[in-house]
């Protein structure tokens, strides 16, 4: 696997300097090998992990479990493509198990949430039936612990 790729995806804010004294390349060795990754689709886009509970931003998240009926033809691409296109829709996965397709939702309610599925999600002709599962409080996301270390002080009682 490229050095680059693991090192970019632990840190995505590391200089081309910083990189080059990581792997043992040039500055101009660097920068070419991500416009490379970047062109050929490998390298999709840079995120910041944020702990939206700390902002005044409202944000309700879910998963949503999805059975569909694939076209003929077009396997799963055509529906996870079409439900990739809603700003609300986070992640699509395809899945193996008792669903076809893994859903991350957000909305800035739950209502929110809940009227997209019903309005907007289900009503989708490939779409057999949905699963929606609210997330309460997300502990590890793409890696990283998101909660505080602080230790619960609460007494626990049996």
Request: net charge negative; glycine share 6%; hydrophobic share 40%.
């Amino acid at each position: 696997m490229n050095t680059i790729l693991q090192i970019l995806a632990d840190n995505a804010r590391l200089t081309n300097e910083q990189l080059a004294a990581m792997t043992g390349k040039t500055t101009v060795e660097v920068a070419q090998e991500i416009d490379r990754l970047q062109r050929e689709g490998i390298i999709k886009g840079y995120k910041a992990i944020v702990d939206w509970d700390k902002t005044d931003r409202s944000l309700c998240l879910a998963r949503i479990e999805l059975k569909v009926t694939p076209k003929s033809g077009m396997g799963f691409d055509e529906i996870a493509g079409t439900i990739a296109q809603f700003d609300e829709v986070q992640e699509v996965y395809l899945m193996s198990g008792g669903y076809d397709l893994a859903l991350e939702v957000a909305g800035k309610t739950f209502k929110d949430v809940a009227l997209f599925v019903a309005h907007r999600l289900a009503p989708l002709e490939s779409v057999q039936s949905t699963a929606t599962h609210f997330v309460l409080k997300k502990y590890k996301e793409q890696g990283v612990v998101t909660v505080d270390t602080d230790q619960d002080m609460r007494e626990v009682t049996f």
